[in-house]
């Protein structure tokens, strides 16, 4: 009776300090968001832009809540600049409570992108005499980290972490030079669709985009953005473990093996 007795008094605590944590955050607090940074270990072509614009992501997505005040990132880059301050990925406490002065936000939303890999799937088939087919199914996921910290103590205040995946299907057809001289390239992400026509052969006419290496393969800029959106999103919104969950108390509590 009395180890139950505890046991309720322990929960009703936790659940008065994490209301007082989230409390501020539920009165439409001034806050401004950090550039993201790369942790993700991607072998070539990643560059600040690709990671920077989950920013810019993070922003549209807290703007779209209305649960907050968002600083003008041009206006936050420039105080940052004229104080030397060129934060990226992390910030430590009495950095932030710096910014917070500097700055009259209540918090800091700072974040990086903590992973990128691909999957390919699918099938070929090639004739000597005719030439060959191939349809192959691309992958692309993205896992993105969130934080919040506190201005005035330094504290860090929640987390979370959310995941998104942009799939391409991309079929190639060609035929032997002795039928024809033509080779017909069909891309279709999940997001957009491209057709492409051409008389080059497919290493150079993949050397011809923006690429981005991940492991062995060769993926489109665009393919990596969708899937950063989409993880962006899932790191505010989803509805069990998502940055807007747990500061509304809905959050699940995550089982790790």
Request: glycine share 8%.
């Amino acid at each position: 009776m009395v180890k139950k007795i505890l046991m309720q008094v322990v929960l009703l605590v936790s659940v008065l300090i994490s209301s007082t944590c989230f409390a501020g955050l539920g009165n439409y607090p001034n806050i401004a968001v950090l550039n993201f940074g790369n942790k993700a270990n991607v072998s070539n072509g990643l560059t600040l832009d690709d990671t920077g614009i989950v920013t810019d992501y993070v922003i549209e997505g807290l703007l779209d809540s209305d649960m907050f005040s968002i600083m003008e990132r041009d206006q936050l880059q420039a105080v940052l600049s004229e104080h030397h301050l060129n934060l990226t990925g992390m910030v430590d406490p009495s950095t932030a409570v710096a910014i917070g002065k500097l700055t009259g936000v209540q918090y800091l939303v700072y974040g990086n992108v903590v992973g990128l890999s691909t999957k390919v799937t699918g099938v070929s088939y090639d004739n000597s005499v005719y030439g060959g087919i191939a349809n192959k199914q691309y992958s692309v996921t993205a896992n993105v980290t969130m934080r919040i910290i506190d201005v005035a103590t330094g504290r860090l205040i929640t987390a979370a972490h959310g995941q998104g995946t942009s799939t391409s299907t991309n079929s190639e057809f060609k035929l032997d030079k002795r039928v024809s001289q033509v080779l017909d390239v069909t891309t279709t992400t999940d997001d957009e669709s491209e057709r492409v026509t051409t008389n080059d052969t497919i290493e150079e006419e993949k050397g011809a985009l923006h690429t981005i290496k991940i492991g062995a393969e060769d993926v489109s800029q665009i393919q990596v953005h969708n899937a950063l959106h989409k993880a962006a999103l899932d790191t505010i919104y989803n509805k069990n473990f998502g940055l807007l969950a747990k500061i509304n108390g809905t959050a699940k509590v995550r089982k790790y093996r």
